[in-house]
């Protein structure tokens, strides 16, 4: 009997790779980010240059990235030439006043969807969170009709009413509030601590990065709001500083530099709060999706 010899295996190599090759890879990921950051920051360089310019020099072909001369004026003349103190005023009023009900309303509803069980809790949910999919287009005109009626038009009520609830909040809250262990609340709930304690003493400071996304995300969406003022928001003394700056732009003519001077100073704001809270938010959206 011949006894055949098997074919030598082939070794599979399981060494980690060169470190040139590591560090090859590692330069073309960091390049790629950093040519979409450059992508996504370019617009903004342009306007704040824009700002500095005269206003017939803001749309020219070749397009200058530099301001020649600069123009620090525009920063001066927008406070003469408009009501930009009043703008600012009401568009902080709304933006603090929604993101404090929408933070309060949403972790306490969630609270109730994610800790709180009663018949009807996965439904409700459900249908509660099925209104994102339904653009606010198909109930703008029977709610403005219904806010006419309460008296709300023309009011800075009338936005708070429309945005002091909101379902993304409430479902990212939930989220969160889903990888808190049952047995804390139980242990709370043996020593007598009531639904609303529970929530307020235990929920509320566990959940800071949670809440630290959703008012910064609340806030970001109602100091940009536009349509939401130009419909219910006709008098001037109410105006956002997003209806404002339309006042910069007539019939005949576009004061250009004026435009991107309140952008800026629009921007500015925000951006600030972003950069002081980035760490909170990022910790916020990346925990909301664990679970248990």
């Not at 568009?91 to 009663?118: D, E, H, N, P």
């Not at 951006?271 to 248990?292: D, H, M, N």
């Amino acid at each position: 009997m011949t006894l055949r010899h098997a074919p030598p295996v082939e070794r599979v190599s399981l060494e980690p790779l060169p470190r040139r090759r590591r560090s090859g890879y590692r330069f073309l990921g960091y390049a790629a980010l950093v040519l979409a950051a450059a992508a996504v920051l370019l617009p903004f360089y342009w306007m704040a240059m824009s700002s500095l310019k005269a206003n017939n020099d803001v749309y020219t072909i070749p397009v200058r990235w530099l301001p020649d001369p600069v123009v620090w004026r525009n920063y001066l003349d927008i406070w003469q030439k408009s009501d930009l103190t009043t703008w600012l005023k009401n568009t902080l009023i709304l933006s603090v006043v929604v993101t404090f009900l929408q933070v309060l309303t949403g972790s306490f509803a969630a609270y109730g969807f994610a800790k709180v069980r009663f018949p009807g809790r996965t439904a409700l949910f459900l249908a509660y969170i099925g209104t994102l999919a339904v653009p606010w287009q198909s109930y703008m005109i029977p709610q403005f009709i219904l806010f006419s009626k309460l008296h709300l038009s023309d009011t800075l009520w009338a936005i708070v009413a429309l945005q002091a609830f909101g379902a993304f909040g409430v479902f990212l809250m939930k989220q969160y509030y889903e990888s808190i262990p049952d047995e804390l609340l139980d242990a709370a709930r043996i020593d007598g601590m009531s639904e609303y304690g529970i929530w307020r003493r235990i929920m509320l400071p566990l959940s800071v990065p949670a809440l630290a996304s959703l008012t910064l995300l609340t806030l970001v969406s109602t100091w940009n709001d536009y349509m939401g003022p130009l419909i219910y928001l006709r008098s001037r003394d109410l105006w956002t500083i997003q209806i404002g700056l339309k006042t910069f732009v007539n019939t005949y003519n576009a004061e250009y530099a004026l435009i991107m001077t309140g952008s800026v100073l629009s921007v500015l704001p925000i951006a600030i709060i972003f950069l002081l809270g980035q760490r909170y938010f990022v910790e916020g959206i990346a925990s909301t999706g664990l679970k248990g």
